[in-house]
């Protein structure tokens, strides 16, 4: 008799196509924001991603920037402090001379104290609460004899410094080669991208930077005036960098990266800024409101702070956007990076 039941309907052949698919998706997304690429087969997606990399480098470039900050802060200490050493060391050796003279005259007159022994030859901490030697000392001896300890204490305290100093220095210097390697790494990448490109494609990226300039070129700041001399004089030199190239922990007068430009025209102005952009986003008066801004402010982009230009009138940055970009200005709008505040200077 033959059975009533229905046949299994046969399972689509797709089906394992979708779920491959599926799994190949989620691990795509799970790679790491540092992975290396997977090109695009389109200008439009490789440019994507090229953009996403130079985003990147400018992050690790400010993070580079602070790292070589704070080394190049530490090596003045060092240097500072082997100097006062130094001074502290020939002014020790004096005072040694002048301990000496009291010593020899003390065996003149009959015979080397212990505690003048040891005070020549050891580390003592208390050498003269020995009353047999004050009482054989003029207060005199005893004030030079006090002097002296006091400055070698001084002295192995400023070398025990110095130390420390070299130890946090050499950390900072890893730091920044770290930084280093991984922007070299991002541009590196992006380089790579923009090689599986054709010829004309790469062509086409090209037009659109030119396209950028060109605009800068034409554009319209309106008639505001900067809230204070100084912010003046800082965003005058620094519309005379536009057409500069970008490049990466650079500082001028030449080429900027973005709070390379900044710093470096406040210097023009006599001020001194912090060296990246989360410095200088507290180096001043905060102002939330872009609508507040005026030209010669700092404008502070992306959530992590790290980019800065110069706000320069009728909504627009003056800035070193990114790797293989010129100093230029650009609609705040439509730089692609979130607007956190300004910074009055």
């Known amino acids: 008799m033959a059975s009533h039941r229905r046949p299994k309907p046969p399972r689509p052949r797709y089906a394992g196509m979708l779920t491959t698919t599926a799994a190949a998706a989620v691990v795509l997304s799970a790679q790491s924001a540092w992975a290396d690429p997977v090109p695009d087969p389109t200008q439009k997606g490789v440019k994507a991603e090229v953009d996403r990399l130079y985003e990147a480098a400018t992050q690790a470039t400010e993070k580079f920037n602070g790292a070589k900050e704070k080394a190049d802060?530490?090596?003045?200490?060092?240097?500072?402090?082997?100097?006062?050493?130094?001074?502290?060391?020939?002014?020790?050796?004096?005072?040694?001379?002048?301990?000496?003279?009291?010593?020899?005259?003390?065996?003149?007159?009959?015979?080397?104290?212990?505690?003048?022994?040891?005070?020549?030859?050891?580390?003592?901490?208390?050498?003269?609460?020995?009353?047999?030697?004050?009482?054989?000392?003029?207060?005199?001896?005893?004030?030079?004899?006090?002097?002296?300890?006091?400055?070698?204490?001084?002295?192995?305290?400023?070398?025990?410094?110095?130390?420390?100093?070299?130890?946090?220095?050499?950390?900072?210097?890893?730091?920044?080669?770290?930084?280093?390697?991984?922007?070299?790494?991002?541009?590196?990448?992006?380089?790579?991208?923009?090689?599986?490109?054709?010829?004309?494609?790469?062509?086409?990226?090209a037009e659109a930077e030119d396209r950028a300039n060109r605009a800068s070129a034409r554009v319209d700041l309106g008639n505001e005036t900067s809230a204070s001399a100084?912010?003046?004089e800082a965003f005058a030199a620094a519309r005379t960098r536009v057409g500069m190239p970008y490049v990466w922990g650079a500082t001028g007068p030449a080429s900027f990266d973005c709070s390379g430009l900044t710093s470096w025209a406040f210097k023009q102005a006599g001020v001194t800024l912090p060296r990246t952009s989360q410095g200088q986003a507290s180096a001043?008066?905060?102002?939330?409101?872009?609508?507040?801004?005026?030209?010669?402010?700092?404008?502070?982009?992306?959530?992590?702070?790290?980019?800065?230009?110069?706000?320069?009138?009728?909504?627009?940055?003056?800035?070193?956007?990114?790797?293989?970009?010129?100093?230029?200005?650009?609609s705040i709008a439509r730089s692609g990076m979130p607007f956190m505040w300004g910074v009055r200077i």
């Open 73 to 205: 802060a530490l090596q003045k200490q060092v240097a500072d402090l082997q100097d006062a050493a130094a001074r502290k060391q020939d002014d020790l050796n004096r005072l040694r001379d002048r301990v000496g003279a009291i010593a020899a005259a003390q065996y003149r007159g009959g015979g080397l104290d212990p505690s003048m022994r040891l005070l020549l030859s050891g580390d003592p901490d208390s050498f003269l609460e020995r009353a047999g030697l004050q009482q054989r000392l003029g207060d005199r001896e005893v004030s030079t004899l006090q002097r002296f300890e006091a400055e070698r204490l001084k002295l192995r305290q400023q070398r025990a410094e110095a130390a420390r100093k070299l130890a946090d220095l050499e950390a900072s210097r890893a730091e920044q080669r770290r930084k280093k390697s991984e922007v070299q790494a991002r541009l590196a990448q992006a380089r790579k991208l923009l090689n599986t490109l054709t010829a004309e494609e790469r062509a086409r990226i």
């Open 230 to 232: 100084r912010a003046a």
């Open 284 to 330: 001043g008066t905060r102002i939330d409101s872009l609508g507040a801004l005026r030209p010669g402010d700092l404008v502070i982009m992306r959530d992590d702070l790290s980019h800065v230009g110069f706000y320069a009138g009728n909504g627009q940055i003056l800035h070193a956007p990114k790797p293989g970009a010129q100093v230029r200005y650009e």
